[in-house]
């Protein structure tokens, strides 16, 4: 089995299956062997944050780091600076200053799925990577990322498109000096009818501010599309691996099942599942007499391989992993590191 | 002695750790000791063109399993706000509806949390039991109450806000328990996230570790083979040294699937209540 480098490699995943320490092992795996990767994680345990140095001023920020003699750029994904950067690029102040801006960009808002985007977009701009690897906000689903970047699609589909241009900036600053009013009189009525039945129930100024948002959201709009479009590059199959990650203590195949039916309009298909913390070599050699390690041994062995089948069946290619056996999280990713070497000429 | 159990009980923690077969165990001891008990998990975390917009419910010998939908229960709230069920059905299907609920952080939550609420209002003797979201997700849905305190400040969500708040912050009414396993990683998570919790809710929030090996195979040891051995040696070590802060510790299941392992938890969940 061979993996081709790509510009982009993504990491799909839940929380708790080793996303992160493998696409950190990948991102070495690439360094070493003399390629230019950065890695962009988003939210790494405390001691694997400490073992890539993304602590304190380091956040949101591009990072030379070196682990076992190989160096990369890490970056800590911080929706803020994201926002900061976006604003200084587009020359669009308002974007970093607005509340409820700031409120969406929170960690787990939102704008985290689109915010991830536009940044690869602005590191890839920056043409000093030959790789950018991107470890994904965990979701309780495999799927979260993917669907999440539908969120700001909605944003600029064409009922908002054509509010927003309607309303202008002019309608904005009467907003703020004439009350929510004026800008109730020139939404076209539909609109108008449910933003009256909205403030039934939320408040006026409440929907006033979350409008004013949307229009400077709208203002960079060049941002966001453009982060859009890289979606539609990490669908081709010569630009971007995806990895779909999910561990054996998790052995959750029935998501696996749902995610072959979702996934065919998110990706290209040749994609690989890797499936982490494999126990199958461990134990082939383990031969127990005694009754209860049989059963412990059964009950360890039958889980995964069920999960195996199912996923055999599913996905064209299972890149299996060991679980690592240590305390210190970077001799998981060394030990990782090698292993991703055996699938690469 | 017996314990009052709570009204609501909120299981979250790291994924992977073993919440919903641990949650939905909980409910099976809770109705085998007589309680009623409904298992509750939240069906998606955002609104889609998609996706099937109902409530999906499954009862397995007795146990009654519930996964919400974001789009029902959002539906449910506005047709009893404005009293049409008309108008609030397209209120959900509008484009703009679904910008606000996808974007604004943990306003999915507060509609979720809403209706799980419901279920012990209109029960006074039911006892609901949620397979909450994963760690930093649990901590945005208990913060959601108290954000949109601050986000809205008044009108009719702002008090419905307030009283849902009332509930979910009552030590009597709620129970939130942290699931962990006996790894070093997954061990620092579950502690940063029940202090994360305990900074946002008075309410008991108590650590349970899952599908332990060490205490099954402390006579064993030396017949485990190396990788095994260093990991139940691992486990040791852990348990050893967090013992006082963990509430519950469930030892790993000889089920061979997830429901054979929801069976052989029920025997052990006394410590839950």
Redesign the interface.
């Known amino acids: 089995m061979t993996i081709l480098t790509k510009s982009f490699e993504i990491f799909c995943g839940?929380?708790?299956?080793g996303k992160t320490t493998l696409a950190t092992s990948r991102a070495l795996s690439q360094a070493s062997s003399g390629l230019r990767v950065l890695l962009i994680t988003i939210?790494p345990?405390?001691?694997l944050k400490d073992l890539l140095k993304l602590t304190g001023d380091s956040v949101g920020e591009v990072t030379p780091v070196e682990v076992s003699n190989i160096k990369l750029d890490a970056l800590l994904m911080s929706p803020e600076k994201t926002i900061q950067r976006m604003a200084l690029k587009y020359h669009t102040p308002d974007l970093a200053s607005n509340r409820i801006v700031k409120?969406?960009s929170?960690?787990?808002?939102?704008?985290n799925e689109i915010l991830s985007l536009v940044e690869v977009q602005m590191q890839f701009d920056s043409g000093k990577y030959d790789v950018i690897v991107l470890d994904t906000p965990?979701?309780?689903?495999f799927l979260?990322f993917l669907?999440?970047i539908?969120?700001i699609q909605?944003?600029f589909?064409q009922?908002?498109v054509e509010l927003f241009t309607y309303l202008g900036s002019k309608t904005v600053n009467a907003g703020k000096k004439f009350g929510f009013g004026i800008i109730n009189r020139v939404i076209s009525g539909g609109?108008r009818k449910?933003?009256g039945?909205?403030?039934?129930?939320?408040?006026a100024?409440?929907i006033e501010d979350?409008i004013i948002a949307?229009q400077i959201i709208y203002k960079s709009k060049e941002a966001f599309l453009k982060g859009l479009s890289l979606q539609e590059r990490l669908k081709s199959k010569s630009e971007c691996n995806w990895f779909l990650v999910t561990?054996v203590?998790?052995?959750?195949a029935q998501e696996a099942l749902e995610m072959k039916q979702h996934a065919k309009s998110f990706m290209h298909q040749d994609h690989f599942l890797v499936l982490n913390k494999c126990?199958e070599q461990?134990?082939s050699?383990?031969n127990?007499?005694?009754v209860?390690?049989q059963?412990?041994k059964?009950?360890l062995d039958?889980?995964e391989k069920?999960l195996k089948i199912i996923l055999k069946q599913s996905f064209p290619v299972v890149l299996e992993f060991p679980?690592i056996?240590?305390?210190e999280?970077i001799e998981h990713v060394i030990n990782l590191t090698h292993k991703w070497k055996t699938y690469v000429i | 002695m017996t314990t009052q159990p709570r009204r609501l009980y909120i299981f979250t923690g790291k994924g992977g750790v073993g919440k919903t077969t641990l949650s939905k165990a909980f409910v099976r001891y809770l109705v085998e000791h007589d309680h009623e008990a409904v298992y509750l998990t939240f069906k998606n975390q955002s609104l889609s063109e998609t996706h099937k917009d109902s409530n999906s419910e499954t009862t397995v010998d007795g146990i009654r399993e519930i996964s919400l939908d974001l789009e029902e229960s959002a539906r449910t709230y506005i047709e009893r706000r404005l009293s049409s069920k008309m108008i609030a059905g397209w209120i959900v299907k509008t484009p703009f509806f679904r910008a606000l609920i996808n974007m604004v952080p943990g306003f999915n939550y507060l509609i979720y949390l809403g209706r799980v609420l419901e279920y012990g209002k209109n029960n006074p003797r039911m006892i609901v039991v949620l397979d909450a979201p994963a760690s930093g997700h649990a901590l945005t849905m208990v913060e959601s109450t108290t954000n949109f305190q601050n986000i809205f400040e008044s009108g009719i969500i702002f008090d419905d806000t307030r009283k849902m708040l009332s509930r979910l912050n009552d030590p009597d009414y709620t129970k939130i328990h942290v699931v962990s396993l006996p790894s070093q990683m997954s061990w620092q998570e579950a502690i940063e996230l029940k202090s994360g919790l305990k900074e946002r809710t008075p309410v008991d929030v108590h650590i349970t570790v899952n599908n332990c090996l060490y205490p099954l195979v402390e006579q064993n040891l030396k017949d485990l083979p190396s990788g095994l051995r260093e990991k139940a040696l691992n486990e040791k070590r852990i348990i050893e040294e967090h013992q006082s802060e963990m509430q519950c510790i469930l030892p790993h299941s000889l089920g061979i699937n997830s429901k054979t392992v929801e069976l052989d938890l029920v025997g052990s969940l006394s410590k839950l209540i």
Request: aromatic content about 10%; charged content about 30%; proline content about 6%.
């Open positions: 839940t929380g708790g299956v939210d345990a405390k001691r409120i969406l929170r960690p787990y808002g939102g704008m965990p979701g309780a689903h979260d669907e999440g539908g969120k909605s944003f589909d009922s908002f609109l449910l933003l039945y909205l403030q039934k129930v939320t408040d100024k409440f979350f949307v561990s203590e998790q052995g959750k126990l461990e134990m050699d383990w127990p007499v005694d209860k390690l059963a412990i059964t009950s039958s889980r069920e679980e056996m240590s305390l999280p």
